[in-house]
């Protein structure tokens, strides 16, 4: 019966193009590789996966990153989970594209201009999001760097989705730019979301 198996590296190690695998008494070339004095290189940036049928020699293949996971493209919704705030900008972790959960975390930064579309100029970060806060975003740049996107929340429909507040409680959106704790009633200031139901994740 063919079993596939993968290699104890092939979730955490990424290949560049030229990069050697193997030896060829180790493996035998798949996708994504070439062989080269007896040894397997990858062809391609991207993640090693191994597998093997009727316990033949394994096949060593490289996938793009592009192929093996989900990318936030310009334009995607994202659900994102605030790690830090200061006057300017929020930082984040996408969690979603989509409904879509992903295989690793990308940073993101929401910037002080792309909170709200109006007043732009009063935005206070502070006022907007918190570390912990679930925050539904939309991608509008890769950034400088490829791991950094760039995200707004100036649509009705984006901004904070879930929050707690002080006593660890979740809160309940009361306006588009606050939220109250059910426990102590206490009221905090957000950006919060009109929250479409597909893209609700808790």
Known sequence: MA???????????IFSAGERLCNLEEGSPGSGTYTRHGYIFSSLAGC??????????PVVS??????????P???AIVT????????RFAKVHILYVGSTPLK??????IRKEDVRATEKDKVEIYKSFRPGDIVLAKVISLGDAQSNYLLTTAENELGVVVAHSESGVQMVPIS?????CPKTHTKEFRKVARVQPEFLQT
Do not use: H, Y
């Open 104 to 109: 690793n975390s990308f940073r993101g930064t």
């Open 176 to 180: 588009w730019c606050e939220m109250q």
């Open 62 to 71: 490289v996938m793009r990153e592009t192929e093996s996971q989900l990318l």
């Open 73 to 75: 493209d310009v334009g």
């Open 48 to 57: 090693m996966t191994k597998s093997s049928e009727n316990g033949a020699l």
């Open 80 to 87: 994102c989970k605030v790690s830090s705030i200061n006057s």
């Open 3 to 13: 079993s596939s198996f993968r290699a104890p590296v092939a979730d955490a190690a």
